[in-house]
């Protein structure tokens, strides 16, 4: 048996498809979706993710704004600028690229972004319909597990009843995936770095979705080949100058029923569902 791969390229293209057809929509009400990503100085990693946000936005007809900060800037006014966006109605949806300079870490900032314009979907009012059990993806839910939803859904990989494990606890992908799906009626362990004998809860999983930050960590001895377990490999890690995921693909690849690639896998789904809320945004703006 040989695993699988569950590439985001024909989930894109399907989506892509689903939010030209929305752009286009809007355009004829005189309404063009816009976005602003907020960048504080000159990391090269966000710059290459802003790139991919831009490219992306102007396929599907969207327009694309970058407010590009200095690293020196301090709170009150970074919190004025942000104040701005949330005034400005030409602009629909709101990104602070993240990582900040040390002297922002302190703010709020999943909540700085009014919550009609929080396209990342980390603002605590969007956050809160997970907790109340909602499974509704045209909210302004965080990308990457919204993005993962979907690529189960496009594979027809039903979570209900299903043994989950998520390896790690973060608030942008770890904790609201986890939440997601127990709403999607599966049976949800949330583990992470202090997890004891992670080992025996993978090998006992459905579906293990890692988000670790950790390249290469998961290997052969994770799994179970019994249980021909589907891998959702969230992981963004250079290892020996490449981009590589938390899980060895060439070691488990016999051992697995699916994987997602890494590059080609969640990160271009976590893309494309960031753009779906912005035209959710618009809409939901558009309505009043």
Same mark, same amino acid.
């Given at each position: ?187 949800? /362990?949330?583990?992470? @770095?202090?997890?004891?004998? %992670?080992?025996?809860?993978?090998? !006992?999983? =459905? $579906? ?25 490999? /969230?992981?963004?890690? @250079?290892?020996?100058?490449? %981009?590589?995921?938390?899980?060895? !693909?060439? =070691? $488990? ?36």
């Amino acid at each position: 048996m040989t695993a699988k791969i569950l590439s985001a390229a024909p989930v894109v293209a399907q989506i892509k498809k689903d939010l030209i057809h929305r752009c286009e929509a809007l355009k004829k009400r005189g309404l063009t979706p816009s976005m602003c990503v907020v960048l504080v100085g000159d990391n090269p990693a966000s710059m290459s993710y802003i790139r991919n946000k831009k490219r992306m936005c102007e396929e599907i007809g969207a327009k694309f704004q970058l407010l590009h900060l200095s690293d020196k800037i301090e709170a009150a006014e970074f919190i004025q600028e942000i104040e701005k966006l949330n005034a400005d109605s030409s602009i629909n949806g709101i990104i602070i690229q993240l990582p900040v300079s040390e002297q922002l870490k302190k703010l709020p900032l999943p909540n700085l972004v009014t919550p009609s314009k929080d396209i990342d979907g980390f603002h605590g009012l969007n956050t809160q319909s997970l907790y109340l059990g909602s499974t509704d993806l045209s909210l302004l839910l965080p990308c990457t597990p919204k993005g993962i939803i979907n690529l189960l859904k496009f594979y027809q990989i039903n979570p209900q009843g299903k043994s989950v494990v998520v390896v790690g606890r973060s608030l942008i992908v770890g904790k609201p995936l986890a939440m997601l799906l127990s709403n999607m009626d599966a049976t949800v /362990v949330l583990a992470h @770095s202090k997890t004891k004998n %992670l080992r025996d809860f993978t090998k !006992q999983a =459905d $579906i293990v979705i890692s988000a670790i930050g950790k390249a290469h960590f998961f290997d052969r001895s994770y799994f179970d080949h019994a249980r021909q377990t589907i891998v959702i490999d /969230v992981g963004m890690n @250079s290892l020996d100058g490449k %981009l590589t995921g938390d899980v060895n !693909q060439d =070691d $488990i690849r016999d051992v697995v029923e699916a994987m997602t690639p890494v590059p080609g896998g969640v990160g271009p789904m976590t893309v494309i569902s960031l753009i779906e809320n912005l035209i959710s945004a618009t809409e939901k703006q558009s309505k009043g």
